[in-house]
């Protein structure tokens, strides 16, 4: 700057003089020219503005020509200070396992530029090291958790290098840097397991009680709590493992069997003792390898028939057996053989090297009325070690068959060709004689109760097809309560549950009733011939319909042999008045 005074007429005559703070030390002023000048160097953070005083005065009497002035001379800043951290270094602490996001510190530095002139006091911050684990807000200063999971049985400290830069961070920017040390806390953790996993085996053979296993559990935490051992209940319903609660140890509780399950998934909890809602798990996966306990057995129920007739050397049945054990790694191998005391007279077996056996016929000469049915122990022994074998029976029935090997009879239900009826057409017919047998029953009954004057609610004998059944009981749920006390009768409510029956043992039961009845029929000598009708006189009682009985059955009205009312019961009587009406003396049109 410089001064310059209006009375000064540029002949030398007038001089300037500089007085105020720093006027001899740090500013001097040229006298002849009023010009100021800065003797060393100035510093806006040590000083901003200076206030000086300046005079004209006459060069030859030194006395003043104007008043005295004063004037402030304000430094400009310049970017020559780099931002600092007043605080650093810092010291921080965050719970592990925190959220990605979570605050561990706020760094902060300062420039001493000034902050109301460009860019000089203007920061931004960034991490020279601690990423990928933390992160900072360039703006603000804030360092965060980068990822998630940080583990402190992992790594508990972590070292942070912070660099803060003025003017932006643009070029020719000055910077400072300071450290961050972030110390992970510890959070209670549940145990933790070796493996998720854990897989184990044991014999089927085993005792109760044996090993089977240890699982092994650690605390995390720095408390190292102790961990106590318990099977998860759902996990083995039929409690066939313990546990040792303190060692981890498993042992068998009851029993195996592979055949009923190979691998057992089990559930072992482990607890902390100081900490009980602090729990881990782990799968264990239990095999159990196989024993050879089972012995063979025949594959099949065989029903097996030979005619009286058949030839030696013919193959009556082929044997194949089930093992329900774990096979070799060959496969099973199964040896058939007779027992001592079997027919050997009469049959033999003869190995197929498949692990099937052929029943053959070692002599003929069999006869039904001697002998109707053969029982032959066969002994089925397995390749195991050591060898398991079973006595399993094949019945055989000797059934009477024709020139052409046809069977015609058998005596314990065996199937009848062409020549004969077969099993199915015997039952059959049984079932449609008791049919007409049951209509005959009806008829007769009604007869009788007529005969008696009883009172019929309608014409029978002009449509029996719309008889009306008179009930001396009354049904449950009815408003009338003269027919029963009402504490005997059933609740509306009330449900009678019946447990269901197995229909294959019904089926059973049903086939052994029928071939039992078949097989008296089969040695009843007065029996009919098995495709006659038989006529029965003797009837039952409660039938609704008239009887079909010539017996004590016809009206007055009636002829003796007379069934033309067969026709007008009806179409469910069409067959009745099929079967009559060529009977002489039927009458049936």
């Not at 759902?234 to 190979?262: H, K, Q, Y």
């Not at 052929?358 to 022994?381: E, H, N, T, W």
Request: proline content about 5%; charged content about 25%; overall charge negative.
């Amino acid at each position: 700057p410089w001064l310059h005074s209006d009375m000064d007429k540029g002949d030398g005559q007038v001089k300037y003089y500089l007085s105020g703070e720093g006027a001899t030390s740090i500013f001097s002023i040229n006298e002849q020219t009023g010009d100021i000048h800065a003797i060393r160097r100035l510093d806006r953070e040590q000083q901003t503005f200076y206030t000086l005083k300046a005079q004209a005065r006459d060069w030859n009497t030194n006395l003043p020509v104007e008043p005295e002035s004063q004037f402030i001379i304000k430094v400009q800043d310049i970017n020559d200070n780099a931002p600092r951290f007043l605080n650093g270094p810092y010291t921080a602490h965050v719970a592990e396992r925190s959220p990605v996001g979570t605050s561990v510190v706020t760094v902060e530095a300062t420039d001493a530029d000034d902050p109301t002139y460009g860019n000089s006091a203007r920061m931004v911050y960034s991490l020279l090291q601690g990423q990928p684990y933390f992160s900072i807000e360039p703006r603000t200063g804030v360092v965060r958790t980068a990822l998630p999971g940080l583990d402190r049985e992992v790594k508990d400290r972590y070292l942070l290098v912070v660099q803060a830069k003025d003017m932006m961070g643009q070029a020719g920017a000055l910077s400072g840097t300071t450290t961050v040390f972030v110390k992970l806390t510890d959070v209670d953790e549940p145990p933790v397991f070796s493996s998720s996993v854990c897989r184990m085996e044991i014999s089927e053979g085993a005792p109760v009680g044996s090993d089977v296993g240890s699982v092994s559990a650690q605390d995390p935490d720095m408390s190292n709590s102790p961990i106590r051992y318990s099977i998860e209940s759902r996990s083995d319903l039929e409690r066939f493992f313990s546990i040792d609660s303190l060692s981890g140890l498993i042992r068998t509780n009851r029993p195996l069997d592979r055949e009923e399950c190979v691998v057992h998934n089990i559930t072992v909890i482990a607890t902390e003792t100081m900490d009980l809602s602090q729990v881990g798990t782990v799968v264990v996966l239990i095999s159990v390898t196989d024993v050879n306990d089972n012995a063979p057995r025949f594959a099949l129920d065989y029903q097996t028939s030979v005619c009286e007739n058949a030839r030696p050397g013919k193959v009556v049945e082929t044997l194949s057996a089930v093992d329900p054990d774990e096979p070799e790694p060959g496969g099973h191998h199964f040896l058939f053989q007779l027992t001592a005391d079997a027919a050997a007279n009469h049959f033999m077996l003869r190995d197929n090297n498949d692990n099937t056996a052929s029943v053959v016929m070692q002599q003929a000469g069999f006869l039904q009325r001697d002998k109707s049915v053969y029982f032959l122990p066969v002994v089925i022994s397995d390749g195991g070690r050591p060898s398991l074998s079973s006595t399993n029976t094949l019945t055989i029935t000797i059934c009477s068959c024709n020139l052409q090997g046809r069977r015609l009879r058998c005596r314990h239900g065996a199937t009848l060709d062409s020549d004969g009826l077969s099993t199915a057409s015997t039952v059959g017919l049984t079932c449609m004689l008791s049919f007409l047998a049951g209509i005959v029953m009806v008829t007769t009954v009604t007869r009788w109760r007529r005969k008696r004057g009883e009172t019929r609610t309608m014409d029978e004998e002009q449509d029996v097809r719309e008889n009306i059944v008179r009930c001396d009981d009354e049904g449950g749920g009815e408003e009338d309560t003269g027919a029963f006390d009402m504490l005997t009768l059933r609740h509306l409510n009330q449900m009678n549950f019946i447990t269901p029956t197995d229909s294959m043992l019904r089926n059973k039961l049903l086939q052994e009733f029928i071939r039992d009845r078949l097989l008296e029929a089969d040695h009843d000598l007065t029996a009919p011939p098995p495709d006659s009708v038989h006529t029965y006189t003797i009837e039952g009682g409660d039938s609704a319909a008239d009887s079909l009985s010539s017996l004590d059955s016809l009206t007055s009205l009636e002829s003796e042999q007379s069934y033309t009312f067969l026709r007008e019961w009806g179409s469910r009587f069409k067959k009745l008045a099929e079967l009559y009406e060529h009977r002489p003396g039927a009458g049936v049109a």
